[in-house]
């Protein structure tokens, strides 16, 4: 099965760090998403792209972080400097338009 | 952004049960509906897609209701493997690209 994946799996940062976290979706796959997943807010929509350019990143503090996709087999996800607040499970997500998207398994991350 | 509701539950159901969610939605403009599944630890897994007609997949069946609002999930003759958190998941834009999740609703199948 096709797959989207994520890296790394899991980051301990130490809080003012750069954090940089990786998706490769799914070929041929043209909308891609970054969501957050706390147990408070549940998953949120940061950003998402449609043939690699960016469609809406109203849902990411926009002073800290930065969402890229520099090629199609590639997007990225900066938090610069990183805060205890940004522990979260990030994850990417692909699709075609209106089918429901395929998940990557997420970056687990902690910002001590 | 436009809200999407769940009942965050958790509903104990024992083996054999049916059981019912449901998820509200607050903007009358979307377009696409969707059931997702998320295990504990684990990336959401897609379930179904909602239909305006209703749409079944062996012992789950899920409905729309556009005049108020809410989709639904039913699940039939429930197995223990049913136990996970039920997300749904409403497009909010025009486009009807970008989905937004409602927090989920935490099902618990026991023998």
């Known amino acids: 099965d096709a797959r989207v994946t994520q890296t790394p799996r899991h980051k301990v940062t130490e809080m003012g760090q750069e954090v940089t976290m990786r998706c490769q979706p799914i070929?041929?796959?043209?909308?891609v998403f970054w969501y957050r997943q706390t147990m408070m807010q549940g998953l949120e929509l940061l950003a998402y792209?449609?043939?690699?350019?960016?469609?809406?990143d109203s849902g990411m503090p926009k002073d800290r972080f930065s969402a890229e996709m520099p090629d199609a087999t590639l997007a990225t996800l900066k938090i610069q400097p990183s805060e205890p607040r940004d522990s979260a499970v990030y994850f990417c997500a692909s699709g075609p338009v209106g089918y429901g998207y395929t998940f990557g398994s997420g970056t687990r991350l902690t910002v001590v | 952004r436009k809200e999407v509701e769940q009942d965050p539950g958790p509903f104990n159901v024992p083996e054999g049960a049916t059981v019912a969610f449901n998820c509200t939605y607050s903007n009358s403009a979307s377009q696409s509906f969707f059931w997702y599944r998320q295990d504990c630890r684990k990336e959401p897994k897609l379930l179904m897609s909602v239909y305006s007609s209703g749409n079944e997949d062996g012992r789950f069946t899920a409905q729309l209701n556009r005049a108020s609002q809410y989709i639904s999930l039913l699940i039939r003759d429930s197995k223990l493997s049913d136990s996970a958190t039920y997300l749904c998941a409403v497009t909010y834009n025009q486009a009807g690209t970008a989905l937004i999740f409602g927090k989920g609703t935490t099902l618990s199948v026991s023998s």
């Open positions: 792209f449609r043939n690699r350019a960016p469609l809406d």
């Open positions: 070929l041929g796959h043209n909308t």
